[in-house]
């Protein structure tokens, strides 16, 4: 018996694309411009020069595209885990009917806003002439005096202190103590620097600081501290932080070292390799000689050597050694085509025998016997689909019915020839209109017409 079909009579059935403009206009018109915070995830620089990321905190995230008009105006290189304030629109990607934020500025927090600053006072102090080249000093080979500017009792004093002992004790040492870090630390190394320079007690200054954060070690990156280490009358030498620490300090000194213990060991000559190098030159003066007479040796053997890989004994036997390989090499070829013969008999002898007409019968018959249950199935599994996409296709027809919006008090206008009203100008004053609602029909006359802003923009 077959199964009855629904007849839908929807009044009005919202397209995929018209259903996606208007839950975006809904989503732009109900939260406007908004602000959001949190981490970049997910991000992708398409050749296109969009930006593609994800927003996400601890529990949520949100897909976000800033366009490459907007991205261009970025001060900074977004990367994934950078902790960033976003300003935006909530729309739907119409496409795939996705709902992301339309992004149109970024700002980095935390520690992005310290590193921002560092990079632009190292282009404005750049473009003045503290970096260059040309205005390093010279380091004294053999300085009498050293001045330390650092912390009386942090680690750094201490290590420069310990090589210095060990690498030129004849050298005087002193420390000028200062604060290296808070508020206040900057004004006071550049305040000490000065009054170092104005003693002119010392051959090179040792500007030092241990490791620490970005936070930690800020004060050298102040203009104040760069310009005091720039005007120093003496060389300056920086030992800030480890290895991987770069200051605003450090580009402006004359040297930079990679620690503290590092400066100590550039401003100092090593006796012990002072020796060493005399030593060294001694050595290498005597070996020269015999240097020279081993390459001339050599020359002659190998000299030697190519007039004997020429002669014509051994050219001879280089082509009595190509005629035994290729001797072996037909001889391997022939016993390769012989054996692959006999595995093609035997697979041939094989395909014979698994060919028997009683065989194929019988093989035959077991695919009968499973293609006969396949279908079985095949028919039992589409039936239950057809089931499952009827009892879908009632409720979805359920749920878009007209009937239930004029349950919830909305009402359906036609006009005589029974079309129905969308639009003021589809009936004139005097026309009689039939009002459909949920328990009946009302029939009106149309008095007046009042045109709404947007049907007046539109006709003009």
Known sequence: MPMPTA???????????????????????????????????????????????????????????????????????????????????LGIYEARGDYQMVVDRMIETGS?????????????????????????KPLPA??????????????????ALNVLARRYPLARVIVHPVLVQGPTAAPAIAAMLARANRRRECDVLLLLRGGGSLEDLWAFNEEAVARAVFDSAIPVITGIGHEIDFSIADMAADLRAPTPSAAAELCTPDGQELLASTQQLTLRLSQFAENHLSRQQRNLRELMARLNRHHPLQRLRQKGQRVDELEIRIRRVMENSLSRASIRLLHLQRSLTRSSPARQLARRQEQRLTLHRRLQNSIEQAMQRRQSRLSLTARALSAVSPLNTLKRGYSIVQSESGSVVTQTRQVKPGESV????DDGNLTARINAISTSKKEKNQST
């Open 142 to 159: 053999f300085p009498r005096t050293i001045g330390l500017v650092t912390s009386p009792t942090g680690a750094a004093v201490q290590d």
């Open 434 to 437: 039939r009002i459909r609602i």
């Open 112 to 136: 992005g806003a310290l590193q921002r600053k560092f990079e632009d006072t190292k282009r404005r102090l750049h473009a003045e002439g503290l970096f260059d080249a040309s205005a390093k």
């Open 7 to 89: 007849q839908p009579n929807p009044e009005h059935v919202f397209g995929v694309s018209e259903l996606n403009r208007e839950v975006k206009w809904l989503l732009d018109s109900t939260f406007g411009q908004v602000w959001v915070e949190g981490e970049l995830s997910n991000l992708m620089r398409p050749g296109s020069g969009h930006l593609y990321f994800s927003l996400v905190d601890s529990t949520s995230q949100v897909r976000c595209a800033m366009f490459r008009g907007d991205n261009r105006r970025l001060d900074f290189k977004p990367a994934n885990g950078q902790t960033v304030l976003c300003r935006g629109r």
